[in-house]
């Protein structure tokens, strides 16, 4: 196998894993409520990100090598047009899926917070609230005080 075929090789595999974490961050939209799921999901992802993270570092040795310093833009117009046609998809691919993903985790983060807030909420209700909706009488007691945030 030449450099290229490497470099190619190692692109397709990058890519193959973002499409995996983007199914995994799919997953777990459907299952929010559910913790057990979430854990194993979130066990799943973590060994994803680990492999993508060596598979990250060997493309950019590999690109070092073969751009040579040039920026992205330089180094694929100095490909022939064969390597232009292999490579130009799988990078677009590459770019594609990270965004994809990045929108696809925000919108997971902003989905976990608001379950974290709904339980929050639940729990107050739950707990209860003995102090009055009113200011207090001075020198009066403030029993009721919960160990619980009451952030809603």
Same mark, same amino acid.
């Given at each position: 196998? @030449? ?32 913790? #057990? ?11 994803? $990100?680990? +492999?993508?993270e ?14 040579? %310093?040039?920026?992205?833009?330089d ?8 390597q ?14 990270? %965004?994809?993903?990045?929108? $696809? ?5 902003? $989905?976990?917070s #608001?379950? $974290?807030?709904?339980? #929050? ?6 707990? %209860?609230?003995? @102090?009055?909706?009113?200011?207090? +009488? ?11 945030? +009451?952030?809603?």
């Amino acid at each position: 196998m @030449t450099l290229w075929d490497d470099f190619i090789a190692v692109v397709e595999t990058e890519n193959r894993l973002l499409q995996e974490l983007i199914a995994i961050g799919t997953a777990k939209q459907q299952h929010i409520n559910d913790a #057990q799921e979430i854990s194993r999901l979130a066990g799943e992802e973590q060994k994803c $990100l680990t +492999r993508l993270e060596e598979v990250d570092k060997e493309r950019a040795e590999l690109y070092d090598v073969l751009a040579a %310093g040039k920026k992205l833009e330089d180094w694929l117009a100095s490909l022939d047009t064969e390597q232009q046609e292999a490579a130009a998809p799988l990078l677009l691919d590459l770019a594609e899926s990270l %965004g994809r993903l990045q929108s $696809l985790n925000d919108l997971n983060q902003e $989905l976990l917070s #608001q379950s $974290l807030s709904y339980v #929050q909420f639940s729990l107050n209700l739950l707990m %209860g609230d003995d @102090t009055s909706p009113t200011y207090a +009488r001075p020198g009066g007691n403030t029993a009721g005080k919960s160990i619980f945030d +009451r952030k809603v």
